[in-house]
């Protein structure tokens, strides 16, 4: 046995020791005679975050999260790693949630969808942000929005400027489709098995929402927004058998649950790939850089100091 591997059992085992050892003093303290309700809640932050990297240890994972800005290439980073076209790329936005990539025994896909209570409040944080101080439900008449949109320019001029075209596009396109949403909410995952499943249009539709096209323009349908998560199991990641890589949405995803996934993947992430179009437009942007510059994970390591920039399209750089 290798050093590592000695001092990887010493910690796996010191884990379980604290697993049990919170469990206990949690159990025997259930009516919160010695701990005040904060400090259980801290408690039970530890025993949570001591069971995740227990859990990651134990199965040798190392996690890795490929962002960047939208259509900078990271869906074509992860084809090439796949060695084959799974995640769609296209000039326009495709990735709407996040995709977990990980080498299994079988090439086979998993839809994970949004349960209506999740949508839902997703939902009515997207209308408090851009104002609305009503109660908002998904079933609101799109008409009745657009009518209440359209007075918020004169009412708050800059909100208006700043969420119309992004958030509130997202919401319209949620009204629109909402029939087609509700149909996938609370459903149990559903499964592709097989490269050619994998290929299909219908498992593409879930990830991008792009249905067909009329005059080479792209007409998408809602359905990646009942989507919480897409997996991918791969048997052309043998070399990368204890690495899970997941594709999140772009850093200016105008999207409040998209923008979510890919905080809370920056977070726990043990490595960051920032995938950036170092060609002919090049694409690193200051809020971003800022981001990985300040930011620093739940155990306060900088983000900066797991963050790789992989540099797409350098052929095109002129210089």
């Keep these: ?30 009516d919160q005679l010695i701990f005040s309700l904060n400090e259980r809640e801290r408690l039970t932050r530890l025993l949570e975050r001591n069971d995740k990297l227990l859990t990651k240890l134990q199965k040798g994972e190392f996690t890795v999260a490929i962002v960047g800005l939208e259509k900078a290439g990271k869906s074509t980073l992860g084809n090439a790693l796949l060695k084959d076209i799974f995640l769609p790329e296209y000039t326009e936005r495709c ?16 839809i994970i969808f949004y349960s209506q209570e999740e949508f839902k409040e997703d ?23 657009n009518t209440w949109w359209k007075t918020m320019e004169e009412k708050n001029p800059d909100k208006f400027a700043r969420f119309n075209g992004t958030t509130v596009e997202d919401i319209r396109f949620i009204l629109r489709d909402q029939k087609i949403i509700q149909k996938f909410l609370g459903e149990p995952p559903r499964i592709f098995l097989g490269v050619e499943e994998l290929r299909s249009q219908e498992f593409r539709t879930f990830i991008t929402g792009i249905v067909g096209y009329d005059g080479g323009v792209a007409v998408r349908e809602g359905h990646p927004y009942a989507v919480k998560q ?26 409040n649950l998209h923008k979510k996934q890919t905080e809370e993947m920056l977070q726990v992430a043990d490595a960051i790939i920032l995938v950036t179009n170092a060609g002919s437009s090049p694409n690193l942007v200051g809020p971003q850089l800022d981001m990985l510059c300040k930011g620093r994970d739940e155990d306060n390591v900088s983000l900066s100091e797991k963050a790789f920039v992989f540099g797409n399209r350098l052929d095109e750089a002129g210089n």
């Design 95 to 110: 990735t709407y949630t996040t995709t977990r990539i990980q080498a299994g025994a079988k090439d086979s896909g998993e």
């Design 1 to 30: 046995m290798t050093d590592w591997e000695e001092s990887k059992a010493e910690f796996i085992e010191k884990m379980r020791k604290e697993k049990m050892t919170l469990e206990q003093i949690l159990e025997r303290d259930s």
């Design 123 to 145: 939902f009515q944080k997207m209308m408090r942000q851009i104002g609305y101080e009503g109660f908002a439900d998904v079933s609101m008449d799109l008409d009745a929005f």
């Design 230 to 255: 897409v997996n991918i199991s791969s048997t052309m990641l043998g070399d990368m058998a204890h690495i899970v890589l997941y594709d999140v949405p772009g850093f200016d995803s105008p999207t």
